[in-house]
């Protein structure tokens, strides 16, 4: 069974920095793609952020691109978010992704964590 | 980047009628149109990739259809564990996007 789980999630001060981790099970972590999706209070689903399945490519939304950081640990079966300068705007939800599917085309997510809550806050 | 559009925002539906829910892409997406099912406190569900492929144990009351820049998600009779915020998502260009969501509620 595969399973994702979020941890990470605070309070922290616009400024500041956080690192969400997702630590994955019941697949073969290091031959998938894995993402990023967030969901701010009473919006919708905003992609984040996905990293190849051996970590040479990374891929960001506009919206944190050069405060975000997507990394993983094959090794350990572990995604990672480095989140810095962080904005009352990236007060949300963070859920971990799988990729739906092993080979170079197209991300759609099929197993997702139940999310980490994030809130930027003075 | 590719806005998706979803219609109607909210649906009012009765247990056991059909859910016809649309999603548009600004330009075209091919087939890489995916939808989910999002729950309060649960994790969000695949239910349609490829725009008319169900994901691993999804019912076949689920239904998707549409290609290029408008797509369809059928829900054939409603059932109770139904009634959630249904998000679309293509996947044809980066950044990936997803649409604004359509609450399906109870009538």
Known sequence: EVQLLESGGDLVQPGGSLRLSCAASGFTFSTYAMNWVRQAPGKGLEWVSTISASGGNTYYADSVKGRFTISRDNSKSTLYLQMNSLRADDTAVYYCAKKGRADNGGCYFDYWGQGTLVTVSS | ?107
Do not use: H
């Not at chain 2, 989910?36 to 649960?42: A, E, F, I, V």
């Not at chain 2, 349609?48 to 144990?57: P, V």
């Open chain 2, 1 to 107: 980047e590719i806005v998706m559009t979803q219609s109607p925002a909210t649906l009012s539906v009765s247990p056991g009628e059909r859910a016809t829910l649309s999603c548009r892409a600004s330009q075209s997406v091919s087939s890489n149109l995916a939808w989910y099912q999002l729950k309060p406190g649960q994790a969000p569900r695949l239910l349609i990739y490829g725009a008319s492929t169900r994901a691993s144990g999804i019912p076949a009351r689920f239904s998707g259809s549409g290609s290029g820049t408008e797509f369809t998600l059928t829900i054939s009779s409603l059932q109770s564990e139904d009634f959630a915020v249904y998000y679309c998502q293509q996947y044809n260009n980066w950044p990936l996007t997803f649409g604004g969501g359509t609450k399906v509620e109870i009538k």
